[in-house]
């Protein structure tokens, strides 16, 4: 059982190893030669202005939120259309409310305004 997961150990240990020499070769090779206009804040071609940790509108955070919730939507989708003809009926009911309760929830949000942006 565990020789299965030995090639994917050994994937780990060398992707580790080969990020952590890139990093090192960076820190050692780069020239290091700081001045002010390097170590300022890049705001796309002009001064910054205003505080970097200004608060966001709540409504940017919901969005965000409702992202997530129907991305994953997707990631439950994608296991399923794989095994769906192993699973039946049975599999295609459940799916098909866990999709109805998904869209009631999609259609309820967008009642309620919150992916209008202002």
Do not use: Q
Not at 36 to 56: Q, T
Not at 86 to 94: C, N, Q, S, T, W
């Amino acid at each position: 059982m565990l020789e299965n997961y030995l090639p994917v150990l050994i994937f780990i240990v060398i992707g580790l190893g080969m990020g952590a020499i890139m990093i090192t070769l960076g820190f050692v090779l780069s020239p290091h030669k700081p001045d002010s206009e390097k170590l300022s804040p890049y705001e796309c071609g002009f001064e910054a202005f205003g505080d970097a940790r200004m608060k966001f509108d709540v409504r940017y955070y919901l969005v965000a939120i409702l992202f997530i919730i129907f991305d994953l939507e997707i990631a439950f989708l994608f296991p399923w259309a794989i095994v769906l003809n192993d699973i039946g009926m049975f599999g295609y009911v459940a799916m098909l409310i866990f999709l109805g309760i998904l869209v009631i929830g999609f259609i309820y949000e967008w009642k309620k305004g919150a992916l209008e942006w202002e």
